[in-house]
Every structure is written in C-alpha cells, then in structure tokens.
Antibody, heavy 118, light 108 residues
Framework: EVRLVETGGDWIQPGGSLRLSCAAS????????MSWVRQAPGKGLEWVSI???????YYADSVKGRFTISRDDSKNTLHFQMNNLRAEDTAVYYC????????????WGQGTTVTVSS | SYELTQPPSVSVSPGQTARITCSGD??????AYWYQQKPGQAPVMVIY???ERPSGIPERFSGSSSGTTVTLTISGVQAEDEADYYC???????????FGGGTKLTVL
C-alpha cells in the first residue's frame, strides 16, 4: 500500500525549532519528487518546499532561509527542519508525493499540526 | 510571486453543473491540477494534467483549459461533492508549485 505518515508536530514558542518527518511506504522517496504543503487554521493550501530527484531543493519565500527539506533514503523518509518559527507558521503540515511524470500530488499524508505560540 | 486566482465560492443545486475557474499567466505553459478537500481531511487529487481523471474519481469530474484559465466541471453535482476545491500549478520555470486560494462549493 502506498502511504505517507507525518510526525513531529507540536506546540512551540516563537523563535523555536521543530523537525517534521514523513515516512513513506509502498514506493521509494528517492525516485520521486516530494513536497511539503501547509494549511493555516481556516485558510487555504500553501506550497512550502520541494525535494527533486536530482537533490535540488526549493522553498516558498515565506520560509526560505528558515526551513530546510532533506531526505533519508535509508529510512525512506522526508524531513523538514523548521527554525526561527513564527506565529504565522502555525498550520497543519502535509507531505505529498509529487510525481516526476507531471501526474501531480497524488498521495498525501494525514498531516501533522504545528502551533507556534507563547 | 506567481498567483492563481479562484472564486471564493460557488453554489449549485443537486443535479446541476458546477464550474470552478482558475486563472494564471503561466497556465498556457504549465499543467493544472485540482484537489478536493473536505473538513478535517487531507486533499485528494481529482484532476491532473489539466484534463486527466485519476482512477477512482467519478466521471462527473472533468477539467478543461483555455488560455490562461482552467476550469473544473462537476456534472450532476451530489451532496457529497460539497467541499473546498484548489487548483495547483507551477511557475513558468516549472520549479515552484503554487495553489489557488480555494473555492468553497456549496450544494444547496
């Protein structure tokens, strides 16, 4: 079964750091693009980062310089290191399989909640 | 930064046809995708590559493209189709992803 499971969400104070993980099963994360997408409470979807199969990474302006996407092929897991967190980073964070053949974000995890508040 | 524009809301009666548009300058060059999201659930892709329907998605969902606008059409809307719908595409370099602001479909 193809599946993504996110973990690591928590309540954290502004300025703090958090690391999210996305464990994949049923396919290899090394063979496909992987994205992080977030959704603030009551708001729409916001793409935040992508990890391409060639190892290149890209970020939305809202998180550039603070967040880092990485991949552990041995554990078939995608990670998202979030530093210098702000209140506006409060959201449900989803990882999504973003297929290399332009077939879109066809598999999503259930999401993990990050709350940034003092 | 690149943006996709959707109407905030669309309302239809059961059995009617709902059309949700999405506009963006790069849409003639980049594929569009549509996702359905129900409260408390992760998004589900309902259309990919402008017009293709993933397996398991009902035939009443279809997509079309014309210039800088793509359209999601739901024919014979059912109560279960009430949800938020998001279009998604990429910038002209195909490097960055972008989502539209979302459209809330209400089935009257």
């Amino acid at each position: 079964e193809v599946r993504l499971v996110e973990t690591g969400g928590d309540w954290i104070q502004p300025g703090g750091s958090l690391r999210l993980s996305c464990a994949a099963s049923g396919f290899a994360v090394s063979s496909i693009y992987m994205s992080w997408v977030r959704q603030a409470p009551g708001k729409g979807l916001e793409w935040v980062s992508i990890f391409y199969t060639d190892g290149s990474t890209y970020y939305a302006d809202s998180v550039k310089g603070r967040f880092t996407i990485s991949r552990d092929d041995s554990k078939n897991t995608l990670h998202f290191q979030m530093n210098n967190l702000r209140a506006e980073d409060t959201a449900v964070y989803y990882c999504a399989r973003d297929a290399v053949d332009s077939s879109g974000m066809d598999v999503w995890g259930q999401g993990t909640t990050v709350t940034v508040s003092s | 930064s690149y943006e996709l524009t959707q109407p905030p809301s669309v309302s239809v009666s059961p059995g009617q046809t709902a059309r949700i548009t999405c506009s963006g300058d790069a849409l003639p060059k980049q594929y569009a995708y549509w996702y359905q999201q129900k409260p408390g659930q992760a998004p589900v892709m309902v259309i990919y590559k402008d017009t293709e329907r993933p397996s398991g998605i009902p035939e009443r969902f279809s997509g079309s493209s014309s210039g800088t606008t793509v359209t999601l059409t739901i024919s014979g809307v059912q109560a279960e189709d009430e949800a938020d719908y998001y279009c998604q595409s990429a910038d002209t370099s195909a490097t960055y992803r972008v989502f539209g602001g979302g459209t809330k479909l209400t089935v009257l």
